[in-house]
């Protein structure tokens, strides 16, 4: 599993999905979109080449590599977008 903590969000990958996947729309989506922060290597995205605070001050938080790999890839990113306060205001509202 990679993790990727940008500004507010973590971008989890589950790389074992990866190795099979013939797209790795991921990267291409991150180059596209953003700022190109996901990277190929060995089949699998990786943020290696970047240290953790470039990563924080390159990362834009645009979802498109989990937009990608839902439709492109092997759907292996999974992104945590905590909202204070929601899970309280789902139970106000009986949608918990
Ligand atoms: S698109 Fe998804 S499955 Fe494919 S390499 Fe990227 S993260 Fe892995």
Redesign the pocket.
């Known amino acids: 599993m990679l993790e990727i903590k940008e500004k507010s969000i973590t971008v989890k ?1 589950d ?1 074992s ?2 190795d099979t ?1 013939a ?5 291409d989506a991150c180059k596209k979109f953003a700022r190109g922060v ?1 990277q ?1 290597v060995d ?3 990786s943020v290696a080449h970047m240290s953790a605070d470039e990563v924080l001050r390159l990362g834009t938080e645009c979802l498109a ?1 989990e937009i ?2 839902k439709f ?6 999974q992104i945590d977008v905590p909202i204070e306060g929601l899970d309280a205001y789902l139970a106000k509202r009986g949608l918990a």
């Open positions: 990958v790389t999905k990866c996947c797209t790795k729309a991921c990267a996901l190929i089949g699998k995205p590599c990608a790999c492109d890839g092997n759907q292996a990113i």
